[in-house]
């Protein structure tokens, strides 16, 4: 593993969106990078980022690639970019040598717990950078709940309260998990997510959440806006990892889809879509559909106008790009991130999404470790980045 001060690696313009300031030399303007390396003896207050000045990246555990999760600083879907100017091409093949920035950059403890995974990162309306991502609720830890964060840079978070909770909804919605956050057209904060009341069958659906505001209070839907049930040709049982693009003024959302959650010979899961002519409020299922972003990945519009697909594919996190939402994909050929192991990567390198910040492409995905007692065992946010200037 080598260690790369960011301002070597990115020009220090763009750099300004990571860590405090960059001088002429190249360096960190706080002169040092701090991070987590023994798990066992990380920040115990859950109230963020394992260190406050994330200057230190890594190159390691193979090269990565994303692209955005909202270019247009307001979490609606677009192909532009307020937040700066961005090149009206990107080169894909570029897109396979990433830098991680070391560390958990959100980590978030309940009752001794770590749990900050799924984040979906955009910006608000007002261009503050926000993620919603599950985690437990400190008043309801039993379940699983839809929560908030903010950032003053890409890599330095806060965590924020619990948006959707355990008892804010019926008993099919206890637990909520893989959410997506969209701006409606009228203005109305929007969540995706799925719901299901038991961690042992897993049986969920997707629902709807909607607010005036972003912090809440939400209003939550009864009815899912997917179903469980036959979806074209396959009956499907569980849903995972929604994800949102608009093209043409038609929505498109595509998710993981599973015919059952026992894992056996008989256990299937295949990329589905639906589509959306009214902004959300209903959707059509289109079935199975060839669109990479299974296992739990995401879809993404990015400043070109193109979508990027990635996902949790065999050896690591896979990356495509198409002109329009239903494809045809072109893939890169390796994975774009594999895991890097110890601590923060032991058992998962899951739910990524891309983000565009001027000219950086910044990959969000989750770690986790819950196998190997060496070290601490939880789920939490990391990141890599890469330049697409």
Same mark, same amino acid.
């Given at each position: 593993?080598?260690?790369?001060?960011?301002?070597?690696?990115?020009?220090?313009?763009?750099?300004?969106?990571?860590?405090?300031?960059?001088?002429?030399?190249?360096?960190?303007?706080?002169?040092?990078? @701090?991070?987590?390396?023994?798990?066992? @003896?990380?920040?115990?207050?859950?109230?963020?980022?394992?260190? @406050?000045?994330?200057?230190?990246?890594?190159?390691?555990?193979?090269?990565?690639?994303?692209?955005?999760?909202?270019?247009?600083?307001?979490?609606?879907?677009?192909?532009?970019?307020?937040?700066?100017?961005?090149?009206?091409?990107?080169?894909?093949?570029?897109?396979?040598?990433?830098?991680?920035?070391?560390?958990?950059?959100?980590?978030?403890?309940?009752?001794?717990?770590?749990?900050?995974?799924?984040?979906?990162?955009?910006?608000?309306?007002?261009?503050?950078?926000?993620?919603?991502?599950?985690?437990?609720?400190?008043?309801?830890?039993?379940?699983?709940?839809?929560?908030?964060?903010?950032?003053?840079?890409?890599?330095?978070?806060?965590?924020?309260?619990?948006?959707?909770?355990?008892?804010?909804?019926?008993?099919?919605?206890?637990?909520?998990?893989?959410?997506?956050?969209?701006?409606?057209?009228?203005?109305?904060?929007?969540?995706?997510?799925?719901?299901?009341?038991?961690?042992?069958?897993?049986?969920?659906?997707?629902?709807?959440?909607?607010?005036?505001?972003?912090?809440?209070?939400?209003?939550?839907?009864?009815?899912?806006?997917?179903?469980?049930?036959?979806?074209?040709?396959?009956?499907?049982?569980?849903?995972?990892?929604?994800?949102?693009?608009?093209?043409?003024?038609?929505?498109?959302?595509?998710?993981?889809?599973?015919?059952?959650?026992?894992?056996?010979?008989?256990?299937?899961?295949?990329?589905?879509?639906?589509?959306?002519?009214?902004?959300?409020?209903?959707?059509?299922?289109?079935?199975?559909?060839?669109?990479?972003?299974?296992?739990?990945?995401?879809?993404?519009?990015?400043?070109?106008?193109?979508?990027?697909?990635?996902?949790?594919?065999?050896?690591?996190?896979?990356?495509?790009?198409?002109?329009?939402?239903?494809?045809?994909?072109?893939?890169?050929?390796?994975?774009?991130?594999?895991?890097?192991?110890?601590?923060?990567?032991?058992?998962?390198?899951?739910?990524?999404?891309?983000?565009?910040?001027?000219?950086?492409?910044?990959?969000?995905?989750?770690?986790?470790?819950?196998?190997?007692?060496?070290?601490?065992?939880?789920?939490?946010?990391?990141?890599?980045?890469?330049?697409?200037?």
């Amino acid at each position: 593993m080598r260690t790369l001060s960011l301002c070597v690696s990115l020009p220090c313009a763009a750099l300004l969106l990571l860590s405090p300031g960059c001088d002429d030399e190249g360096d960190a303007s706080t002169g040092s990078s @701090t991070t987590d390396t023994d798990a066992s @003896t990380g920040p115990v207050d859950g109230t963020g980022s394992d260190t @406050t000045n994330p200057s230190g990246g890594s190159s390691s555990g193979g090269s990565t690639s994303t692209s955005s999760g909202n270019t247009s600083g307001s979490g609606s879907e677009t192909g532009s970019s307020e937040t700066g100017e961005v090149p009206v091409t990107i080169d894909l093949d570029a897109l396979q040598d990433w830098t991680r920035v070391e560390g958990r950059i959100l980590y978030d403890v309940v009752e001794g717990y770590p749990a900050a995974a799924d984040a979906h990162v955009f910006r608000d309306e007002n261009g503050e950078l926000s993620a919603i991502y599950s985690g437990a609720d400190p008043n309801e830890p039993d379940y699983s709940a839809i929560k908030l964060a903010r950032a003053s840079e890409p890599a330095v978070w806060e965590i924020g309260d619990a948006l959707l909770n355990g008892t804010d909804a019926p008993a099919e919605q206890l637990n909520k998990e893989t959410s997506f956050y969209r701006l409606a057209a009228d203005g109305t904060h929007q969540i995706y997510y799925i719901g299901y009341d038991d961690e042992e069958t897993y049986r969920s659906q997707i629902f709807r959440a909607e607010s005036a505001n972003l912090e809440g209070p939400y209003t939550v839907q009864v009815e899912p806006s997917i179903a469980r049930g036959l979806q074209g040709e396959n009956d499907i049982q569980v849903m995972t990892s929604p994800s949102i693009v608009e093209d043409d003024g038609t929505l498109y959302m595509f998710y993981c889809a599973w015919n059952q959650f026992e894992e056996n010979d008989d256990l299937r899961v295949w990329v589905h879509g639906a589509t959306s002519d009214d902004d959300g409020d209903t959707w059509t299922v289109l079935g199975e559909v060839d669109v990479p972003v299974c296992m739990e990945g995401a879809l993404t519009k990015g400043p070109d106008g193109l979508f990027y697909a990635v996902a949790q594919g065999e050896g690591g996190i896979t990356l495509g790009r198409a002109d329009e939402p239903l494809g045809a994909y072109e893939m890169l050929p390796e994975p774009i991130l594999t895991p890097a192991g110890p601590p923060y990567e032991i058992d998962e390198l899951n739910t990524p999404q891309l983000h565009f910040e001027d000219d950086v492409l910044f990959l969000y995905y989750s770690g986790a470790n819950y196998s190997d007692v060496n070290y601490e065992q939880g789920w939490w946010t990391m990141l890599a980045y890469t330049s697409i200037e």
